[in-house]
């Protein structure tokens, strides 16, 4: 059976997170309901991350196995057709190896978690940032920020429900930028990492959001990271903010793509 990897993009708001459930509507149930369109009896498709309920992706990967000898491009297309009206599209389709794998060949991931600092409330990016209605300082945010790069075990960032084997990890990026716009100042927060534990990201953003109001030292991140103790970490920021921007690979799969 032919192999094929979808790069995905998509609006969390609706769903309860990429992973298929029984009674919700997820991201995997919406592309594997358009691909049983396509073809029966495809598997189960397999993705780089899942994603939680409201978090968005801009650059989410996932493989598929398929019975037709399909042309990238006309498979995609198909796809998007019975895709609507979900928020959902295939931004990049590709043949790949029969042994590549979306989740187990990844080398890295990308995230992006969106803050905006305004009094008036967010309408077009209502269900896209965290509203946070003071203004952070930024620059201590960036310098709480820099106490978590490396190799640590990141057992205050990690939700109770995490189900990974050991909550070391390595953080290659954790950068804090801010945008200043006539609506309102935005901070971002570019994260990346091989792999992530559950909700440490939306951990990392709403510890920092602490630091940045003058609640918290930017020196009691290190106290907070070395506490390894869940009850230490700042509130978990909420999944709208959140986005899966780009899985990387040893090759890229969508090297070739002309969508």
Same mark, same amino acid.
């Given at each position: ?105 990844? /080398? ?81 927060l570019h994260v990346e990492a ?41 509130? /978990? ?23």
């Amino acid at each position: 059976m032919p192999r094929y990897a979808f790069r995905i993009e998509y609006d969390g708001t609706p769903f309860s997170g990429w992973q298929r459930q029984a009674d919700r509507p997820s991201v995997q149930a919406a592309v594997e309901a358009a691909l049983a369109k396509l073809e029966r009896d495809v598997p189960s498709i397999a993705a780089a991350g899942r994603t939680d309920a409201g978090v968005h992706a801009r650059g989410q990967v996932a493989h598929a196995d398929l019975a037709r000898d399909w042309e990238p491009f006309r498979l995609s297309e198909a796809l998007n057709h019975h895709l609507k009206p979900a928020p959902v599209a295939i931004t990049a389709c590709a043949r790949v190896a029969d042994d590549w794998h979306a989740r187990f060949d990844a /080398v890295s991931r990308r995230y992006l978690f969106r803050i905006v600092t305004r009094r008036a409330p967010l309408v077009l990016d209502r269900m896209q940032a965290w509203h946070v209605k003071r203004p952070l300082d930024a620059g201590a945010m960036a310098e709480g920020a820099r106490h978590l790069l490396g190799r640590h075990d990141f057992t205050t960032f990690r939700a109770a429900l995490c189900q990974a084997k050991s909550p070391v990890r390595t953080l290659d990026r954790l950068e804090v930028e801010t945008r200043r716009h006539d609506w309102g100042e935005e901070i971002r927060l570019h994260v990346e990492a091989r792999s992530f534990l559950h909700s440490q990201v939306r951990s990392f953003a709403g510890t920092l959001e602490r630091v940045g109001c003058g609640a918290w030292e930017p020196s009691r991140v290190a106290e907070i990271l070395a506490a390894r103790d869940r009850a230490a970490c700042g509130p /978990v920021a909420p999944p709208e903010g959140l986005a899966l921007m780009a899985v990387g690979y040893a090759e890229d799969p969508f090297a070739r793509s002309t969508l």
